[in-house]
């Protein structure tokens, strides 16, 4: 009986970690690129649901057909946005904990303009997928005899989970294989250099802030598949889980926030089969005070922040 | 020995008169606004909204003794405050201490808290925001895992008609006293001094003979003090508290930005930022109840974008006559 | 009579990384001289510094400073053991005005605040930023960072001064208003050890002078001796 409440954790290990690691990811290319922790990420994320919840009631478009708009419109704003508050940020005496205070305003608005418009209340997202419910492994008579116990998966967390999947395959591809990404991950190793090698760092940096963005509003249509409820309150809680993530992968190392994600993800569902949930939630949170009296560079980090 | 020579003879006695004008200006702030909150109760004025404005003051000043004055960020303030309304709440309620003594003992678990929480300390920027904001969030789910019948679980503890809410406001103005006459004594001190160089470069600081980190932890002390005394006058004054209201990100929001309006780093600054913005929230804000944290979303955006000194600190930054007057 | 020693270092190695960036230096400092450190940029002045003053944590090797062992103190211990330093990138504290800078190294003393701010006029005077005091010191230009470092070391009074490039973006007129405060103060008895590329103010003030090449001391001696050492012209200013 353990053994499926243990696989149960696995699966869903998996799929939340695989959401985790995509917020990491993105956290980090901004903390990489900009040195900008991005407190309004889970505000990103949530208003990425919304806007398919809105195609979705509107005009009835599934959530995977709202994929695309989606990530346009988020590049579109998250492009726009660098250039509205990046910028003027370096004159500033710290730099970085301005970063962090200036999201913290952003998400403030964001989350006030969703509870104006979507009001307090938790949204439901109606759509399904046929069959409903995918059972991965039946254990014959796990439970005495004539009851089986299986490994019952939603096909909609199935679904979440196939296109984070290949989101992080064309991430990496992105960010090793092309040009632009490479300039990124250049970027985040050396910000003065390519400057010098005839990089303009700035319409770098915007894209790289709408590639964020773009990361998050995806996150956000894929997290409704996996907890089909939108709460325009909810933001805080997924940040919170972001910056756990890169400080365990190390600030600014998309790769290691790839990794630290999943672990974290498994930990997480495996602890709450276990645990008490507040206790499994707070788990996360002594994970990362941990790792960063130990390790502050983060699990995969180099020291490169100062 | 080559003197120059251009050093004029009664420059420390300037320098001296020069504090004095600062002190003075700066006390007869503190006492308008004591005295004018001393008289509200006698007056049966709005009891609630000058008690708040005094918690932000305090807390405001309080934030700054960390904030203003080393430089780091701490986004789990209210880990301090929350602590303190509890510690109150539940020495009065369930050992039936007097809130005379609750009070003074949730200002020492404040300090206690500081300690645990030094080692923070050693991490610089956004690693300390992040680690403090985590720190807060412990806190409160802590407070809400924690058997009923001490914290009240996630309903949170009610004082009920124990407490007297006059005796509450007069010990919160009795603590922001003492915080504001601490901030101008440290405004004058040597360690006030230290800080700030260590806020400006603490390894050169270091390369001083300044020992960073102890001199940073009074100041880290001091902080969590003011906040953990606010919160227990809070928790005096209201009767009632739960787990997401003391611990909500919110109120050290609201610090950082009331501090940082006026101008983190000065002494006058976080007073002036605070009562001018409290007094907006009450008048204008409240109009709106819906678009209150909308604006308060983008007065943070905006001050860190085009004031991020405050008015205070800008104005003494480009009018370099007005040092001599603002402490 | 035989020079007291008040800096020693022996066999003093750090590496960042799989970079050996200090290789097993041996130094020597007199009381109330001049030692200059010269070498190509990247020969691990700087860090050779940082090591000293404590700012990093050698990998080994032993210092010791008028007696006392004390490699990898942290950087106010050895401040209190009287070794003062300045930065080769100023590092001024910047919102601050000009006498709280200077006054920041006696904070601890037990001076009266008079006696205090008088000396640290003095101070500002010697650096002639004096008509500046009240200003806050990121209105500085670079070179007067430089002089504001200076008036602070002075402030300090340490009995070992460290300066890392005290020259650099400094013009000629107050360059010799330094070289004559490091002579006084040298003649005060204040031992110094000195890293700057302008080598004609090096030559004119050391006693004697130490030339690294990529983390090692390939020369030491007297002016002259080091100036027409092969070596040195083969390293410092060869192959230009
Ligand atoms: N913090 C550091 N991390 C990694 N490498 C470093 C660090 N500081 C210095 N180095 C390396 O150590 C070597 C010596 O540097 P150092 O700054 O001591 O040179 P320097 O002699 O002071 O040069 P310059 O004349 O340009 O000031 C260089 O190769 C440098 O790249
Ligand atoms: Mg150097």
């Given at each position: 009986?353990n053994?499926?409440?243990?696989l ?50 509107l ?38 904990t ?6 913290f305003g ?6 006030a ?10 949204r ?10 995918v ?32 989101l ?34 700035h ?12 990361l ?18 909810g ?14 992968g ?57 | ?16 008169s ?66 303190g ?12 201490v ?21 080692p ?8 300390f ?7 807060a ?17 996630s ?60 001199v ?75 678009l ?8 943070i955006?905006?001050?860190?974008l085009?004031?991020?000194?405050g ?8 009018f ?8 | ?15 960042f990384?799989?970079l ?36 990093y ?45 200077v ?7 037990n ?13 500002l ?14 209105e ?21 001064i460290?300066?890392?490039e ?10 010799r ?30 006693d ?33």
């Amino acid at each position: 009986m353990n053994t499926i409440l243990l696989l149960n954790g696995l699966v869903g290990g998996v799929i939340f970690g695989a959401i985790y690691a995509l917020i990491g990811c993105s956290l980090n290319v901004l903390c990489g690129v900009l040195r900008v922790v991005n407190f309004a990420h889970g505000e990103f994320i949530i208003a990425g649901s919304f806007l398919s919840y809105v195609l979705l009631t509107l005009f009835g478009l599934h959530p995977i057909l709202s994929l695309p708009i989606v990530t346009i419109a988020f590049f579109l704003i998250g492009f726009g946005l660098y250039y509205l508050l990046i910028p003027r940020l370096a004159k500033s005496d710290e730099p970085e904990t301005s970063s962090f205070l200036l999201m913290f305003g952003v998400s403030l608005m964001m989350i006030a303009a969703m509870m104006w418009i979507f009001e307090a209340d938790i949204r439901a997202v109606e759509f399904s997928f046929d069959p409903i419910n995918v059972s991965l492994l039946v254990i014959q008579d796990a439970y005495g005899e004539g009851r089986d116990g299986r490994v019952i998966v939603p096909t909609a967390r199935l679904v979440a989970l196939g296109i984070n999947a290949l989101l992080i395959i064309v991430l990496t591809y992105f960010l090793y294989r092309t040009l632009t990404g490479k300039a990124i991950r250049a970027a985040i190793m050396n910000r003065e250099a390519i400057q010098i090698v005839g990089i303009n760092i700035h319409s770098l940096s915007a894209s790289a802030f709408g590639l964020a963005a773009a990361l998050a509003g995806i996150t956000g249509v894929v997290l409704a598949f996996v907890v089909p409820s939108i709460d325009p309150n909810g933001g805080q809680d997924i940040s919170l889980i972001g910056f756990i993530i890169i400080v365990l992968g190390g600030l600014g190392h998309p790769v290691g926030a790839l990794i630290a994600g999943i672990l974290f993800g498994l930990v997480e569902q495996i602890a709450t089969v276990f645990l008490p949930q507040a206790a499994a939630q707070m788990l996360g949170f002594i994970i990362l005070i941990t790792v960063i009296f130990v390790r502050p560079q983060g699990l995969m980090g180099r020291m490169t922040l100062r | 020995m080559a003197k120059s020579g251009t050093i004029k003879p009664d420059d420390f006695s300037e320098e001296i008169s020069a504090q004095r004008l600062k002190s003075s200006l700066w006390y007869t702030i503190i006492t308008v606004l004591i005295l004018s909150c001393f008289l509200v109760p006698l007056q049966d004025g709005n009891l609630s909204f000058m008690f708040s404005l005094m918690m932000w003051v305090t807390l405001a000043t309080g934030i700054n003794f960390i904030a203003g004055f080393t430089g780091y960020m701490p986004f789990g303030y209210v880990a301090f405050y929350g602590i303190g309304t509890y510690v109150t709440a539940i020495l009065v309620k369930v050992l039936g201490v007097s809130e005379y003594l609750a009070v003074p003992a949730a200002g020492l678990s404040g300090i206690l808290l500081a300690l645990l929480f030094a080692p923070t300390l050693r991490l610089n920027g956004i690693f300390f925001a992040i680690v403090s904001l985590s720190l807060a969030v412990v806190c409160q789910r802590l407070m809400s895992l924690l058997p009923e019948e001490i914290t009240g679980g996630s309903h949170g503890l009610n004082l009920g008609v124990a407490t007297d809410r006059t005796h509450g406001y007069y010990a919160m103005l009795i603590i922001m006293f003492v915080a504001l006459v601490s901030a101008s004594w440290l405004g004058q001190s040597r360690l006030g001094k230290a800080l700030k160089a260590i806020r400006d470069d603490p390894d050169a600081a270091d390369a001083m003979g300044i020992h960073v980190s102890r001199v940073r932890l009074y100041a880290w002390i001091m902080s969590a003090f003011f906040a953990a005394l606010a919160g227990g006058a809070q928790a005096w004054f209201t009767g009632a508290l739960d787990p997401i209201t003391a611990f909500d990100v919110l109120i050290t929001a609201k610090t950082v930005i009331y501090a940082m309006a006026g101008g983190l780093g000065t002494i006058i600054g976080p007073v002036v930022g605070t009562v001018t913005l409290v007094w907006i929230d009450e008048i204008v804000w409240q109009q709106f109840p819906v678009l209150n944290n909308f604006l308060l979303g983008l007065i943070i955006t905006l001050l860190i974008l085009f004031m991020p000194r405050g008015v205070v600190g800008s104005l003494m930054q480009h009018f370099p006559h007005l040092r001599k007057y603002i402490m | 009579m035989i020079p007291k020693i008040v800096l020693q270092l022996k066999g003093l190695n750090k590496s960042f990384g799989g970079l050996l960036a200090v290789k097993n230096v041996d130094m020597l400092v007199n009381e109330s001289s001049i030692s200059g450190l010269i070498g190509i940029n990247g020969a691990g002045k700087t860090t050779l510094m940082n090591c000293i003053s404590g700012i990093y944590r050698a990998d080994s090797g032993s210092l010791d400073i008028m007696g006392v062992s004390c490699l990898n103190w942290s950087p106010h211990d050895i401040a209190r053991l009287g070794v003062g330093r300045t930065f080769q990138i100023p590092r001024i504290f910047k919102r601050i005005n000009l006498i709280d800078n200077v006054m920041v190294p006696a904070l601890n003393d037990n001076t009266d605040n008079k006696t205090l701010y008088e000396r640290a006029t003095e101070c500002l005077d010697k650096v002639k930023l004096y008509d500046l005091r009240h200003n806050n010191a990121e209105e500085l230009s670079g070179g007067q960072q430089k002089l504001l470092e200076l008036a602070r070391i002075m402030m300090f009074n340490p009995r070992i001064i460290l300066l890392d490039e005290p020259f650099a973006g400094v013009n000629p007129t107050l360059c010799r208003l330094m070289i004559e405060r490091i002579k006084e103060l040298k003649e005060q008895g204040k031992s110094f050890l000195l890293v700057s590329h302008d080598l004609t103010s090096i030559y004119q003030l050391s006693d004697h002078i130490y030339v690294l090449n990529q983390g090692q001391v390939i020369s030491e001696g007297n002016v002259d001796y080091v100036r027409n050492d092969p070596e040195v012209i083969e390293a410092y200013l060869g192959n230009a």
